[in-house]
């Protein structure tokens, strides 16, 4: 499955795709201000997790968790 969150939302929860296997590409988007404590663990075939466009975002909890629950590529832009 390839998910593109709307961008109305501003928090991805606690667990919000927890072992979600068919995941296999996700698009944030630029209002999601959080996201939250295992929310991609055990997503074992999510292979894109685009933030591109998430300029918002202020806050991954468990860096290490979210970081090992990505697979093959993480999409991020830093702007200074």
């Given at each position: 499955?390839?998910?593109?969150?709307?961008?109305?939302v501003?928090?991805?929860g606690?667990?919000?795709?927890?072992?979600?296997?068919?995941?296999?590409?996700l698009?944030?988007?630029?209002?999601?201000?959080?996201?939250?404590n295992?929310?991609?663990?055990?997503?074992?075939?999510?292979?894109v997790?685009?933030?591109?466009?998430?300029?918002?975002?202020?806050?991954?909890?468990?860096?290490?968790?979210?970081?090992?629950?990505?697979?093959?590529?993480?999409?991020?832009?830093?702007?200074?």
């Amino acid at each position: 499955a390839n998910i593109i969150i709307p961008d109305s939302v501003v928090s991805i929860g606690y667990y919000a795709f927890w072992s979600c296997s068919s995941l296999q590409s996700l698009v944030i988007p630029e209002g999601v201000n959080k996201i939250g404590n295992y929310a991609f663990n055990g997503c074992k075939n999510l292979e894109v997790l685009d933030m591109t466009e998430a300029k918002s975002l202020k806050s991954i909890e468990y860096i290490n968790k979210f970081i090992n629950s990505v697979r093959t590529s993480l999409c991020i832009e830093i702007s200074a």
